[in-house]
T-cell receptor, first 106, second 115 residues
Framework: KNEVEQSPQNLTAQEGEFITINCSYS?????LHWLQQHPGGGIVSLFMLSSGKKKHGRLIATINIQEKHSSLHITASHPRDSAVYIC????????FGKGTHLIIQP | EAEVAQSPRYKITEKSQAVAFWCDPI?????LYWYRQILGQGPELLVQFQDESVVDDSQLPKDRFSAERLKGVDSTLKIQPAELGDSAMYLC?????????????FGPGTRLTVL
């Protein structure tokens, strides 16, 4: 069974700071998802990665298959980035991390 | 107090996978409805059952969606294969009769996210 660990569990930062959220997993995967969940809202898929790096606006996601590790970066963070960020990996089904609760203060 | 039950409450799946939702209406309610509600929009009727018979499935995308109520009690809604646009809240409701003015009782819904 794949173990998915996210860090940190909680993160509070000031507006404009560079944010990094990490995800590690124990078993080889075919893909990794980064998801965003706002309070009371649905879940939005930010990225799906199988290798390398992807960028969308102020969001950057990287994955290192050999090290079984992925990072989600937010540049020039803004209060509207406040949400729970969840890492999910696909091997034999989907396994989810517990999420990182991010708060960006103005 | 009797309630409409739905399961699961949340489901996350990847596109092209199959998903199924279950609904148990209030005991004795002959009419069962499945609705889909996309975030920010109102619910749209997918299918209406009267006992075990379908009375309205005009809005059901039949190429990928199917619904059944074999014994006229609980019901299953299936999507195969799931597509990104299927992400929504799926609501089940029941009423004693199929008259439009009859009170419909809603379940808590199943929130589906398709990745």
């Amino acid at each position: 069974k794949n173990e998915v660990e996210q860090s940190p569990q909680n993160l509070t930062a000031q507006e404009g700071e560079f944010i990094t959220i990490n995800c590690s997993y124990s078993v080889g995967i075919s893909a990794l998802h980064w998801l965003q969940q706002h309070p009371g809202g649905g879940i939005v898929s930010l990225f799906m990665l199988s290798s390398g790096k992807k960028k969308h606006g102020r969001l950057i996601a990287t994955i290192n298959i050999q090290e079984k590790h992925s990072s989600l970066h937010i540049t020039a963070s803004h209060p509207r980035d406040s949400a729970v960020y969840i890492c999910a990996v696909r091997a034999d089904g989907l396994t989810f991390g517990k999420g990182t609760h991010l708060i960006i203060q103005p | 107090e009797a309630e409409v039950a739905q399961s699961p409450r949340y489901k996350i799946t990847e596109k092209s996978q199959a998903v199924a939702f279950w609904c148990d209406p209030i005991s004795g309610h002959a009419t069962l409805y499945w609705y889909r509600q996309i975030l920010g929009q109102g619910p749209e009727l997918l299918v209406q059952f009267q006992d075990e018979s379908v009375v309205d499935d005009s809005q059901l995308p039949k190429d990928r969606f199917s619904a059944e109520r074999l014994k006229g009690v609980d019901s299953t809604l299936k999507i195969q294969p799931a597509e990104l646009g299927d992400s929504a809240m799926y609501l089940c409701a029941s009423s004693t009769t199929g008259v439009r003015t009859d009170t419909q009782y809603f379940g808590p819904g199943t929130r589906l996210t398709v990745l």
